[in-house]
């Protein structure tokens, strides 16, 4: 088994419903251990007024990283996610964060995420679930690298509880 961090966000409504379903089909592939609080964060890259609801996923699974990419695919695709050469407003967006220890650099995958050290919507819903935890193929603490992100606004909306979906 092979613990894996996942980001989800949306930014069209309903987003909490779209981050559920997500989750739901998640769980067929993925053995779900701790989802964080839901956060809502302003969109980087791009201009819009619809801010995303965001979370991350702890979870165990033994699969290869490029089926659960073409699986995330799937999800988004079913749940009416619009690919684009531009950041645009999403339906939903799944991110494989860190998949163990296991560094990937391909054309369609790059492991860890290259952004996630940049963006305090990934970093601080996964230092809620795991504080000490090292940014693979690093030495620094998730926390470290949250406290380099200071531009960015979120702001913590509520608990997400996993057993009422």
Known sequence: MVEIYLSLGSNIKPKELYLNKAIIELESIIN?????SLYS???IGYKTKNNFLNLAIKAEANIKPRFLLKFIKDIESQLGRVRSEIYTDR????????????IVNSKDLTIPHPSAHQRRFVLEPIMEIDKDLIFPGSNNKIIDLLNKVKNQKIKKIKNFDI???
Do not use: L, Y
């Open 91 to 102: 339906t939903i967006d799944i991110d494989i964060i860190f998949f163990g220890e296991e």
């Open 32 to 36: 779900i251990k701790k989802v964080s």
């Open 41 to 43: 964060s302003t969109p």
């Open 163 to 165: 057993e009422n979906i």
